[in-house]
C-alpha cells in the first residue's frame, strides 16, 4: 500500500500513485522493516529535480521494479525541502563513502536507520561503468540475506565515523581584518577573469559571495571586490542563467560561460540574486541592476506567489514539448523557425542576433537558449522592447513547467527580504505589501498555535516537520528587514521571539549552533553544516539576525551569541570562502558594528530613505515618529527631534555621531 497520498509534500504526491509501496519518513517504517526483517530504501530527492523524475519514470512506476522492492524492502521516500535534517544526514555518508553526492539519493539502511550501502541515480540498465538499479537492489537482498554481519560491521562503521566527527567552530575570538582580506584574496585566486563567477562548470550563481563582496569595498573602498561582484552580476544577467523574457535565475549554469542553465528555478536563488542586484545598485547606480531586480522580483510575485499569500518552491526545469514529451527547457528555447513564426523574418532576425540564437542552436536539437551575446552594437530599445513582450506573449501559450507549491519558511524569509529592500529602494509598495503578506503567512501558519516554526506548509496548512536552524534564522532576516522598511516593531518583536529559540534550542557550546533543537527527532547524526551551499547556512543565517537584533535593541546576549557562531568564519573564511560568503558578509557587519539608525521622521519620508540606501554593512535602520515610535523600537528611544525637523541618530560601537536633519549628511555618515 502506497502512503503518500496524505501528504503535504508535492514530491511525495508525485510518488503517490507509483506501484512502490512507498512510506514517508515515519517511526512506523523502520517497526516495519524491523517486523519482516528487510532493509530499508531510502530515497531522496525534490520536485524540480529533472534525474529525479527520470529514475521514478524508469523504475519506480515500472511495475516489475516496484514488485521486487516492496517484497523485499521497506521503501521511504523523502523530500528533502522538508526534511533538510534527514537529507543532510544521509548526504553526509554518501559523501563520505562515494566522494559525490546529489539527487536523487538513494541509501540503504538497516532498520535501525543505519546506511550500509550507497548511491545517487541508478539507471534502468547497466551504463557506462554504472550497475543497474535491479542490479543493486539484487545485491543488496543477497548481501542482507548471505552477509548480515558484514552488513551489520559496514552500518556500525559508518555511523561511528559520522559520530565522531568533531566540528572545529573556530573557538578563540571573531573575524578580524586579517581574516577578510585573506578571503578576499582567495577569492580573487578562484575568480574567472573573463566570465565572471568563480571556479569552472558547472557554475552557480556566488549570490551569498557577492553580498560579502559589496559590503567588504563598502567598508574598505576595495574596488577588486566590487569589480568581481559587478562583472559578475553583469556576466549572469546577460547570460542564459537569466530568463531574457520572464525574468528570474535558473539553478546554475552547466558551462562557465553561463549559456546554458539547468532550467529549475528555485524560490531561493530568486530571493538571494533579486537583494544582491537591488544592493548593487545601492552601491553604483547601474541601471541594468536595477532591471534585473526589478524583473527578478517581479517574476517571484508573477510565478511562484500562492494563494495565501506565501511563496512556492520552485519550477521544475522540464515541460511538455511539441509532440508531449516533457523535456528539459522545453518552455524557454528557442530556434529560428519559432522566431520566424512568432515575429516574421525581419524581426526574428533582429530578435535571433540581439538574443544569440543560431542556426546550429546552444541547447540541444537545434534550439538555443536566449542570452544578449553584447556583439549587436546599438539597439532601438522599443524594437527590442516589443520584440520581448510578443515572444513572451507567445511563450505564455506553451505548456507550463510544473509547480512545486509548497511554501518554505526558510526561503520566504529570504523572499520577505528582498521584496521589503527592493520595494524600498524603487518606490514600489506593492513589493512591500507582497513580503508583508508573506510575513503574516509564516506568523498565522508557520508559527500558529505551537509558538515554534513548522519548516513547510500548503494550501495554507501546516506541514508535519519542525523549523530547522536555517528556517529561524532567515525567518528573522526577513522580519528585521521588513521592520526597517516599514518601521512596524511587530516585525521586530517577532524576530526577537525566534531568536529566543534559537539560543533556547539550537546553541552549544563555545558558540556552536546545530541544524535542528535540541528536542528535534534524533537521526544517527545530529546535522551540524555551517558552510553556505545553494543557501546560507543556517549557521551563518542565525548569526547575521542575532547580530542585527542586538544592533536593534541592545542584547547583550544576542550579541554574544553572533559573535560565538561566527568563530566558524574565523577558521573557515580564510581558507573556503567560497563557501562561507554569508559568514564573512555578517563578519563585515560585525567589522563595521553594525551601525545603528534611529529616524525620527516620517516612515518613507527623505531621511528614512536616505537610512536605507545607506551602504554600510548590516546598518540596522528604526524609523518613526517621536515620541510614538519609541514605543515601536528600542533605538528611539530619547532621540527627539532637532528644531522640530525630522532628525536621524548614527551609532556604531556605543559612539554617536551628532544628530542630523540633513539628509546628505546622513547619507555621508553612512557610506551613501
Known amino acids: 500500500m502506497n502512503r503518500l497520498a496524505g501528504v503535504t509534500s508535492p514530491y511525495l504526491l508525485q510518488h503517490a500513485d507509483n506501484p512502490v509501496d512507498w512510506w514517508p519518513w515515519e517511526a512506523e517504517a523502520f517497526e516495519e ?30 511495475e516489475a521494479v516496484a514488485a521486487y522492492l516492496n517484497e523485499h524492502f521497506v521503501p521511504v521516500k523523502v523530500d528533502r525541502e522538508e526534511r533538510p535534517d534527514v537529507d543532510a544526514v544521509y548526504m553526509e555518508a554518501v559523501q563520505a563513502a562515494t566522494g559525490h553526492g546529489g539527487w536523487p539519493m538513494t541509501v540503504f539502511l538497516t532498520p535501525d536507520a543505519e546506511p550500509f550501502y550507497f548511491g545517487t541515480y541508478f539507471p534502468p540498465e547497466p551504463r557506462h561503468g554504472s550497475p543497474s538499479f535491479r542490479q543493486v537492489l539484487e545485491g543488496v537482498v543477497t548481501a542482507w540475506a548471505d552477509r548480515r554481519e558484514e552488513v551489520g560491521e559496514v552500518a556500525g562503521r559508518i555511523v561511528a565515523d559520522l559520530a565522531g566527527r568533531s566540528l572545529a567552530h573556530g573557538g578563540d575570538g571573531v573575524p578580524g581584518e586579517a581574516e577578510a582580506a585573506q578571503a578576499l584574496l582567495g577569492l580573487t585566486r578562484e575568480y574567472d577573469e573573463q566570465r565572471g563567477g568563480f571556479g569552472g562548470a558547472p557554475k552557480f550563481p556566488p549570490s551569498m559571495t557577492l553580498e560579502f563582496l559589496l559590503r567588504h569595498y563598502a567598508r574598505t573602498g576595495a574596488e577588486g571586490a566590487l569589480q568581481m561582484a559587478a562583472d559578475t552580476c553583469t556576466a549572469m544577467a546577460r547570460g542564459g542563467i537569466y530568463d531574457q523574457l520572464g525574468g528570474g535565475f535558473a539553478r546554475y549554469s552547466v558551462d562557465r560561460e553561463w549559456i ?22 545601492r552601491t553604483t547606480g ?13 517574476f517571484m510575485v508573477r510565478e511562484l506567489r500562492t494563494a495565501e499569500g506565501g511563496f512556492a518552491s520552485a519550477l521544475d526545469a522540464d515541460s511538455a514539448d511539441a509532440t508531449g514529451r516533457q523535456v528539459e527547457g522545453a518552455y524557454y ?18 530578435a535571433a542576433a540581439y538574443f544569440g540564437v543560431t542556426e546550429k542552436g546552444t541547447f540541444e536539437e537545434g534550439a538555443s537558449v536566449l542570452r544578449l551575446p553584447g556583439d ?74 505551537v509558538a515554534r516554526l513548522t519548516r513547510t506548509s500548503r494550501d495554507g496548512r501546516a506541514g508535519a516537520n519542525a523549523g530547522v536552524l536555517e528556517d529561524y534564522g532567515d525567518v528573522a532576516e526577513g522580519f528585521l528587514a521588513l521592520a526597517a522598511v516599514t518601521g512596524e516593531g511587530v516585525w521586530l518583536e517577532f524576530a526577537g521571539f525566534l531568536l529566543d529559540i534559537v539560543l533556547e534550542q539550537f546553541t552549544g557550546e563555545g558558540g556552536q549552533l546545530y541544524d535542528t533543537a535540541h528536542d528535534a527527532e534524533r537521526l544517527i547524526r545530529r546535522p551540524q553544516d555551517p558552510t553556505d551551499s545553494a543557501t546560507p547556512a543556517g549557521w551563518t543565517a542565525a548569526a547575521g539576525a542575532l547580530l542585527g537584533y542586538a544592533a536593534y535593541t541592545g542584547s547583550e546576549a544576542h550579541r554574544t551569541a553572533a559573535e560565538g557562531a561566527l568563530g566558524v568564519v574565523k577558521a573557515l573564511g580564510p581558507r573556503a570562502p567560497r563557501f562561507i560568503g554569508w559568514g564573512l558578509a555578517v563578519a ?24 536605507l540606501l545607506g551602504r554600510a554593512p548590516g546598518a540596522v535602520v528604526a524609523a518613526g515618529e517621536w515620541p510614538g515610535g519609541a514605543g515601536e523600537f528600542p533605538l528611539l528611544a530619547d532621540r527627539p527631534l532637532v528644531g522640530g525637523a525630522p532628525t536621524a541618530y548614527v551609532c556604531r560601537h556605543f559612539v554617536c555621531d551628532a544628530p542630523t536633519t540633513d539628509a546628505a549628511e546622513l547619507a555621508a555618515k553612512l557610506g551613501g
Open 260 to 281: 546554458v542553465p539547468h532550467f529549475e528555478k528555485m524560490l531561493y536563488d530568486n530571493a538571494l540574486l533579486c537583494r544582491v542586484y537591488a544592493h548593487l545598485w
Open 286 to 298: 547601474s541601471d541594468e541592476a536595477r532591471r534585473v531586480a526589478l524583473e527578478t522580483a517581479d
Open 333 to 350: 528555447v528557442w530556434t529560428p523557425d519559432q522566431l520566424r513564426e512568432v515575429l516574421g523574418e525581419d524581426d526574428a532576425a533582429f
Open 33 to 62: 522493516a524491523r517486523r519482516r526483517d528487510v532493509p530499508v530504501l531510502l530515497s531522496v530527492g525534490y520536485s524540480a529535480c529533472h534525474w529525479c523524475h527520470v529514475m521514478a519514470h524508469e523504475s519506480f512506476e515500472d
Open 588 to 611: 563585515e557587519a560585525l567589522l563595521d558594528g553594525p551601525r545603528e539608525v534611529a529616524v525620527a521622521g516620517p516612515v518613507g519620508g527623505e531621511l528614512h530613505r536616505t537610512a
Open 376 to 449: 549587436t552594437g546599438p539597439v532601438d530599445a522599443d524594437r527590442v522592447a516589443d520584440v520581448r513582450a510578443r515572444l513572451l506573449a507567445a511563450r505564455e501559450q506553451r505548456p507550463r513547467p510544473g509547480r512545486d507549491d509548497k511554501v518554505v519558511a526558510a526561503w520566504n524569509g529570504l523572499a520577505i527580504a528582498a521584496l521589503a529592500e527592493t520595494g524600498a529602494y524603487f518606490d514600489r509598495p506593492d513589493l512591500v505589501e507582497r513580503a508583508t503578506e508573506a510575513a503574516d503567512l509564516l506568523v498565522r501558519v508557520h508559527l500558529g498555535e
